[in-house]
């Protein structure tokens, strides 16, 4: 199964994503997380792509649609897998699909965690990261054990840069120019399915399997 997960930055894509993944045994693909490994470990994708996060905009399409394919070629894929933060832009979408269609593959489900924007801020500001594993937790609505320490591997959790306040009001507006278009996109494939990412992490966990089956 190929599932995509759209949604605002801060929707919720990458906690569903990673729980989806575990369920149905396939790997959890996040470019964001692609990207800040290469700039924790200095890399000259890293350098590069830096620059944009920190301005909250898009890395390239230049840079991201090879990194994705590279990817998606690797054997723990030949079950399928569930990419969460690509595409973000219709080209990326469309060189997904074209390097799919020549092997006669095509996407499954692509699934929006549809939160208004009012929600998003609140999500953002609260959302704290692992510095070594990645793990994602939230001080309100999925706090860690100890204060500003990861449950799951001990490290130190920071705010990400590109989560302070003036950022996130940036990438807002990047998400809704450049990547809602996805939404009729997926619509014209007839593979878009809907949840509502208000609700709490379990209820919004329950429908998408439910539209996974
Ligand atoms: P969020 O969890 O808020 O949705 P991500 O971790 O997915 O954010 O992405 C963080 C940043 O990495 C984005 O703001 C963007 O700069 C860059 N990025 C991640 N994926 C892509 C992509 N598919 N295309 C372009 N830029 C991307
Ligand atoms: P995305 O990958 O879409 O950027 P995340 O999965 O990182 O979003 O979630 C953003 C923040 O909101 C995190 O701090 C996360 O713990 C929190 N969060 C995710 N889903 C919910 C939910 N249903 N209710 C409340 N907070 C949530
Ligand atoms: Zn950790």
Redesign the pocket.
Known sequence: MKIIML??????????AIKIAEKYDIPHISTGDIFRYNIKNNTELGKEAKKYMDAGKLVPDELTCDLLLDRVKKDDCKNGYIL??YPRTIPQAEVLDEALAKNGEKIDHAIN?NVPDENIVE??S???TCTDCGE???IK??APSREGICDRCGAKLIQRDDDKPETVQKRLTVYHDQTEPLIDYYKNKGIYKEVD?T???DI?FDDICNILG
């Open positions: 949604g605002a930055p801060g929707a919720g894509k990458g906690t569903q969460d933060g965690v999500r953002m609260g959302r704290r994602t937790y939230h609505y999925n990412g609700k709490s992490m919004v």
